[in-house]
């Protein structure tokens, strides 16, 4: 990575500050001990917690789409709209109650959402290119569930819905190729500047050199209109969890590994479900399926798991990312965004296996926004209060 800025996260800020004023205390009437006054009366922003939170997933292919959001629908009680993007069907104005037209991603969402107590989270169907090669649930949504809303206003009315019930930041998560965002960038720049993007994908040492990583590949007009909204100022620097740092074994779920032995041995409707996905993955497509989307999940809750540092990023026609020489444009060449460059593996499967476990008590439950909003009021949390609908 190149650039001398090895960002801290807020949390990384607030404990050297808390070391700060500890060592000040130890040390009366020296300059350490003012510095600590100066640094105890002054104020932390907080990070945002409680802000609401988006998720943006091709949910229904590889199944680490579906596990990251059963966890965010089991524990993040600030969880309020899934949007679906490289959808199924080229066509939204011809949803399908069934079958393989458009909108399936969605009504999988759905589903999955009500099963887990969360009918409360809205769900709109997004962007497709008119032809997903993976999507594998097909025959575990009932043909009950019906299409959600769909299309890119159907996306835009949803996203402005939410930012009108609420104040400050808003959470985005993107599992999925940028096509949304890209959207909300251009047409929605006033909810733009409020967003916090944490995004799978990307890679600098792509593992197929010839071609750009997935979730960029898939639509990289997308990511480019979003690197423009970034260098233009009208997004707030996002933050990518690469495909560098997400491509490992280490957080592979396979049939024999416990978090999917522990889903297979229970009854809970949304564990039969999440595991007739699994099945339904290694047999289509893969083996196992490395938690690409519950990482980046992680990210976004504020969870320490994921190192990130600020880089310059350049990409080229078909949408792989390099980091440009330093000398280019002076050394302005690229957008500025941050990346992850490492991850603690072992502690982020721990908590991902403790979320996903059905004896692990629900945090979020059923709850309607405004108690986010309550929360968020209660402390020194500016910002991120969401507003009681009227
Ligand atoms: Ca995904």
């Given at each position: 990575?190149?650039?001398?800025?090895?960002?801290?996260?807020?949390?990384?800020?607030?404990?050297?500050?808390?070391?700060?004023?500890?060592?000040?205390?130890?040390?009366?009437?020296?300059?350490?001990?003012?510095?600590?006054?100066?640094?105890?009366?002054?104020?932390?922003?907080?990070?945002?917690?409680?802000?609401?939170?988006?998720?943006?997933?091709?949910?229904?292919?590889?199944?680490?789409?579906?596990?990251?959001?059963?966890?965010?629908?089991?524990?993040?009680?600030?969880?309020?709209?899934?949007?679906?993007?490289?959808?199924?069907?080229?066509?939204?104005?011809?949803p399908?109650?069934?079958?393989?037209?458009?909108?399936?991603?969605?009504?999988?969402?759905?589903?999955?959402?009500?099963?887990?107590?969360r009918?409360?989270?809205?769900v709109?169907?997004?962007?497709?290119?008119?032809?997903?090669?993976?999507?594998?649930?097909?025959?575990?949504?009932?043909?009950?569930?019906?299409?959600?809303?769909?299309?890119?206003?159907?996306?835009?009315?949803?996203?402005?819905?939410?930012?009108?019930?609420?104040?400050?930041?808003?959470?985005?998560?993107?599992?999925?190729?940028?096509?949304?965002?890209?959207?909300?960038?251009?047409?929605?720049?006033e909810?733009?500047?409020?967003?916090?993007?944490?995004?799978?994908?990307?890679?600098?040492?792509?593992?197929?050199?010839?071609?750009?990583?997935?979730?960029?590949?898939?639509?990289?007009?997308?990511?480019?209109?979003?690197?423009?909204?970034?260098?233009?100022?009208?997004?707030?620097?996002?933050?990518?969890?690469?495909?560098?740092?997400?491509?490992?074994?280490?957080?592979?779920?396979?049939?024999?590994?416990?978090?999917?032995?522990?889903?297979?041995?229970?009854?809970?409707?949304?564990?039969?479900?999440?595991?007739?996905?699994?099945?339904?993955?290694?047999?289509?497509?893969?083996?196992?399926?490395?938690q690409h989307?519950?990482?980046?999940?992680?990210?976004?809750?504020?969870?320490?798991?994921?190192?990130?540092?600020?880089?310059?990023?350049a990409?080229?026609?078909?949408?792989?990312?390099?980091?440009?020489?330093?000398?280019?444009?002076?050394?302005?060449?690229?957008?500025?965004?941050?990346?992850?460059?490492?991850?603690?593996?072992?502690?982020?499967?721990?908590?991902?296996?403790?979320?996903?476990?059905?004896a692990?008590?629900?945090?979020?439950?059923?709850?309607d926004?405004?108690?986010?909003?309550?929360?968020?009021?209660?402390?020194?949390?500016?910002?991120?209060?969401?507003?009681?609908?009227?």
């Amino acid at each position: 990575m190149n650039g001398p800025e090895d960002d801290l996260s807020a949390e990384q800020v607030r404990e050297h500050r808390e070391a700060m004023i500890a060592l000040g205390r130890r040390l009366p009437q020296t300059t350490l001990a003012d510095t600590a006054t100066q640094l105890q009366t002054a104020e932390l922003r907080a990070p945002a917690v409680g802000a609401p939170m988006v998720i943006d997933t091709d949910i229904g292919g590889d199944a680490d789409d579906a596990l990251a959001l059963v966890a965010a629908a089991r524990h993040s009680r600030e969880l309020a709209l899934v949007i679906t993007a490289d959808e199924t069907g080229p066509d939204h104005r011809a949803p399908h109650p069934a079958g393989r037209g458009y909108g399936q991603r969605a009504r999988f969402a759905r589903y999955l959402l009500d099963v887990v107590g969360r009918g409360d989270i809205a769900v709109a169907a997004g962007a497709t290119t008119g032809h997903t090669d993976y999507f594998c649930v097909e025959d575990l949504i009932p043909a009950t569930v019906a299409p959600a809303p769909g299309g890119r206003d159907a996306v835009l009315a949803a996203v402005a819905e939410l930012a009108g019930r609420c104040d400050g930041p808003i959470r985005w998560v993107g599992m999925a190729p940028l096509s949304n965002l890209a959207e909300v960038c251009d047409h929605l720049p006033e909810i733009a500047g409020r967003l916090q993007v944490t995004q799978m994908g990307g890679a600098i040492h792509y593992r197929r050199p010839e071609r750009a990583e997935h979730n960029i590949r898939l639509d990289v007009d997308a990511a480019r209109r979003v690197l423009a909204a970034v260098a233009d100022g009208r997004l707030a620097k996002p933050r990518f969890v690469l495909s560098d740092t997400t491509f490992t074994d280490q957080i592979a779920v396979h049939a024999t590994h416990p978090l999917h032995r522990r889903l297979a041995g229970r009854a809970e409707s949304w564990a039969v479900l999440l595991e007739g996905h699994l099945q339904r993955w290694y047999r289509d497509h893969h083996d196992s399926t490395l938690q690409h989307d519950a990482l980046t999940l992680s990210a976004a809750l504020g969870l320490p798991f994921v190192r990130s540092a600020t880089a310059r990023i350049a990409m080229d026609d078909i949408g792989r990312w390099s980091i440009p020489d330093a000398s280019d444009a002076g050394g302005a060449a690229g957008t500025g965004l941050r990346v992850s460059r490492s991850a603690d593996y072992p502690a982020f499967m721990a908590w991902l296996e403790h979320a996903l476990d059905p004896a692990t008590p629900a945090a979020a439950g059923t709850v309607d926004l405004s108690g986010a909003g309550a929360r968020a009021g209660a402390g020194v949390v500016s910002g991120a209060g969401v507003r009681r609908p009227a």
